[in-house]
């Protein structure tokens, strides 16, 4: 506890001779190595405690001040040692600023009354009208923000769910707000009940009312320049800046908000990116990703998510309101131009391209392309699991977790194929396989709801979504063999049962945890019945369920391999094992031969066209080769593919020697 002292008599004639006052010089509390050398023409009211000031701050282009308080006012402020504070065109008042602190030509930076720093404020997302209302606070995790969202057929939960953020926003309740240590706050204008972390830097935010910057030294904070902010929370890493507006918004963990975006009731979770456009009561999950000026996202969920230019929706029809909602499957992405009428749901990993008015349900056809000609949606099951596109997405994903802070709040799970998706495909080849027995083979087209798949779509979709599924199951009993290391046959039957406690039935995806559903319903339900009652043990089981994915995901695989291959693996013979990993070869060898061949397509001599300018055809594949390199086989993701090939064919001729080797 840092020790504080009144000032002598010989200090307070000092500072009044160098234009400071009180209106009570005994309520000024200073500390034991305080000097008042470096405070000047500064006023003080309140209960005001001033640290010590001996350090020296580098400022950009070499300029250098030295710590203390100049041309300031300040009403009930602890003041941390080292701290400058230069330059307050008005006041600060009912604030405790940490050591190291610099904070230059602000206007005013006050809490007034209780505030809950943005905490418990309700976020109307998905539903303009309400209906969907999720309280933020510091710790939301897009877990708990789908559940509050989209369980609402379950009143007793979201009540509890609801007293337990009470419970949390009740502890932060104070009159007096926090700025954080090593924070810098410069040319800053109106700044109100404004919780403010560690290393923050705010540079020339416009206004900041009622809400939390989460910043800390592990990922600071960034607020640019013209940053307007009411009844937010903005988490560690993440940076707002360059004249964004936001309105009763959470702000993730790393995400990116800048040139002139604008949000309103919207949540944007871990890595999320938005820029230029606007949103509207939107559930952005993990990497939902905007960029382009004339797109709006509206009344809709999303994850993993990039939006085209232009990409629009709707949710009202001009009857009851803005009361329609929509949810993309994460993966799915909008070509330029697109539009989606709500209601609608788009299946996991689908390019929506078009305009497509007719409230389609797409979510157990995921891979798909949704195009739209004529106004009636063509649906191309699984054509999206041979796009090159999507399985550089993949690998980018990981790879751009931007998230610096070891405290991750977002539990995400990066896997293309999942029993959340593979439950998808065994659907979508069930769905395709009734079509062709209804409608007959020779039929030139398919009526799925209000959209037509065409003939040689239904085809390519039973063969894209086969080979998927021999890959995921391979993928998960390779996965089992190897980790089990048996040594003996009789020992890898035992290895190959399921000890897990959760993994079979159906799987869902919270906004980035994909989990078995028993699992979460098992929480759910503790949360009804009050055996998790606080949002800390809310916290520890979704890092349990997403700790325990691998051991959930073998005992939803082996159910299904049994079914699937129409086997008894507690009773597997060698052949059978064989039979499956020779299967599972080919459909990784032949998936990523078809995505060799869509990576060709982006060194045709079409894709030339616009180099080479004032040129003929040599010239411009020469200026092609400089660009973008001079052999398909030398581009970095090609080789990528063919490496993965020779990877995975490596791997199962090792992992048949060892079958062939155990007794």
């Keep these: 506890?840092?020790?504080?002292?009144?000032?002598?008599?010989?200090?307070?004639?000092?500072?009044?001779?160098?234009?400071?006052?009180?209106?009570?010089?005994?309520?000024?509390?200073?500390?034991?190595?305080?000097?008042?050398?470096?405070?000047?023409?500064?006023?003080?009211?309140?209960?005001v405690r001033l640290g010590a000031f001996r350090k020296e701050f580098a400022l950009a282009g070499g300029m250098r001040k030295h710590s203390g308080i100049y041309y300031a006012t300040l009403h009930n402020v602890t003041v941390g040692d080292d701290c400058c504070i230069e330059n307050v065109k008005n006041y600060i008042a009912n604030y405790v600023i940490g050591e190291g602190t610099f904070i230059e030509n602000v206007d005013i930076i006050l809490t007034d009354g209780q505030s809950c720093f943005g905490n418990g404020v309700e976020v109307c997302v998905l539903n303009e009208t309400g209906?969907?209302?999720?309280?933020?606070?510091d710790r939301l995790s897009?877990?708990?923000?789908?559940?509050?969202?989209?369980?609402?057929?379950?009143?007793?939960?979201?009540?509890?769910?609801?007293?337990?953020?009470?419970?949390?926003v009740d502890s932060v309740r104070s009159s007096v707000g926090t700025i954080g240590a090593g924070v810098v706050i410069a040319d800053a204008g109106y700044i109100k009940n404004v919780k403010i972390g560690d290393c923050c830097k705010i540079e020339g935010a416009s206004r900041l009312k009622n809400g939390s910057i989460n910043s800390n030294q592990h990922a600071p904070v960034h607020i640019g320049v013209g940053v307007v902010g009411d009844d937010f929370i903005i988490s560690s890493g993440s940076c707002v800046e360059d004249g964004v507006t936001i309105s009763r918004c959470f702000v993730g963990q790393a995400c990116r908000l800048g040139h002139g975006y604008s949000a309103s009731d919207s949540l944007f979770f871990s890595n999320c990116q938005g820029e230029n456009g606007e949103a509207c009561a939107i559930f952005a999950g993990p990497y939902t990703v905007t960029h382009h000026k004339s797109t709006l996202l509206i009344a809709g969920m999303f994850s993993f998510m990039n939006a085209g230019s232009g990409s629009n929706q709707s949710n009202h029809m001009y009857k009851l309101g803005p009361i329609h909602q929509g949810i993309?499957?994460?993966?799915?992405?909008?070509?330029?131009?697109?539009?989606?009428?709500?209601?609608?749901?788009?299946?996991?990993?689908?390019?929506?391209?078009?305009?497509?008015?007719?409230?389609?349900?797409?979510?157990?056809?995921?891979?798909?392309?949704?195009?739209?000609?004529?106004?009636?949606?063509?649906?191309?099951?699984?054509?999206?699991?041979?796009?090159?596109?999507?399985?550089?997405?993949?690998?980018?994903?990981?790879?751009?977790?931007?998230?610096?802070?070891?405290?991750?709040?977002?539990?995400?799970?990066?896997?293309?194929?999942?029993?959340?998706?593979?439950?998808?495909?065994?659907?979508?080849?069930?769905l395709l396989l009734e079509l062709q027995k209804i409608s007959g083979e020779t039929s030139d087209s398919y009526t799925v709801q209000s959209g037509k798949i065409k003939r040689s779509s239904l085809k390519n979709g039973?063969?894209?979504y086969g080979l998927a599924i021999d890959k995921f199951m391979g993928n998960s009993l390779i996965s089992r063999i190897m980790s089990a290391d048996p040594s003996s046959f009789a020992e890898l039957r035992e290895a190959l049962l399921p000890t897990a406690a959760y993994g079979e039935g159906d799987w869902v995806d919270l906004a980035g945890l994909i989990a078995p559903k028993k699992a979460v319903t098992d929480l759910l339900d503790a949360i009804e019945k009050g055996t998790v009652a606080d949002v800390a043990s809310l916290e520890a089981r979704f890092a349990e369920i997403h700790?325990?994915?691998?051991?959930?995901?073998?005992?939803?695989?082996?159910?299904?391999?049994?079914?699937?291959?129409?086997?008894?693996?507690?009773?597997?013979?060698?052949?059978?094992?064989?039979?499956?990993?020779?299967?599972?070869?080919?459909?990784?060898?032949?998936?990523?031969?078809?995505?060799?061949?869509?990576?060709?397509?982006?060194?045709?001599?079409?894709?030339?066209?616009?180099?080479?300018?004032?040129?003929?055809?040599?010239?411009?594949?020469?200026?092609?080769?400089?660009?973008?390199?001079?052999?398909?086989?030398?581009?970095?993701?090609?080789?990528?593919?063919?490496?993965?090939?020779?990877?995975?064919?490596?791997?199962?001729?090792?992992?048949?020697?060892?079958?062939?080797?155990?007794?």
């Design 142 to 168: 897009a877990h708990t923000a789908y559940v509050m969202a989209l369980y609402r057929h379950r009143p007793t939960l979201i009540s509890n769910l609801g007293k337990m953020i009470g419970s949390y």
């Design 328 to 430: 993309m499957e994460r993966g799915a992405k909008t070509a330029s131009d697109s539009y989606i009428l709500w209601p609608a749901k788009v299946g996991a990993f689908s390019l929506v391209m078009g305009r497509h008015v007719n409230h389609q349900d797409t979510s157990d056809l995921p891979f798909s392309y949704l195009i739209e000609q004529q106004n009636t949606t063509y649906i191309m099951p699984g054509a999206n699991l041979k796009s090159v596109g999507t399985i550089r997405d993949a690998k980018k994903w990981p790879a751009r977790d931007r998230r610096t802070d070891p405290d991750k709040t977002d539990h995400i799970n990066y896997n293309l194929l999942s029993p959340y998706t593979i439950q998808k495909m065994l659907n979508g080849r069930k």
């Design 547 to 663: 700790s325990e994915y691998y051991d959930y995901e073998w005992n939803w695989a082996f159910q299904a391999i049994e079914e699937y291959y129409d086997v008894n693996l507690a009773e597997a013979t060698r052949e059978m094992l064989v039979e499956m990993i020779c299967r599972w070869r080919n459909s990784v060898v032949e998936l990523d031969n078809l995505i060799y061949e869509d990576a060709r397509k982006e060194f045709s001599l079409s894709v030339m066209t616009s180099f080479g300018a004032d040129g003929d055809e040599a010239q411009r594949r020469k200026d092609f080769e400089q660009v973008r390199g001079s052999l398909f086989d030398a581009d970095p993701f090609v080789n990528s593919v063919k490496e993965h090939i020779r990877v995975k064919t490596d791997l199962a001729d090792e992992v048949l020697s060892r079958l062939r080797m155990l007794s």
């Design 1 to 47: 506890m840092k020790k504080y002292r009144k000032l002598t008599d010989e200090e307070i004639k000092t500072l009044e001779r160098q234009m400071c006052s009180s209106s009570d010089w005994d309520e000024v509390e200073v500390a034991e190595n305080f000097s008042t050398d470096y405070v000047r023409y500064a006023r003080f009211s309140g209960n």
């Design 131 to 137: 209906g969907r209302e999720v309280l933020i606070y």
């Design 462 to 464: 039973l063969k894209y």
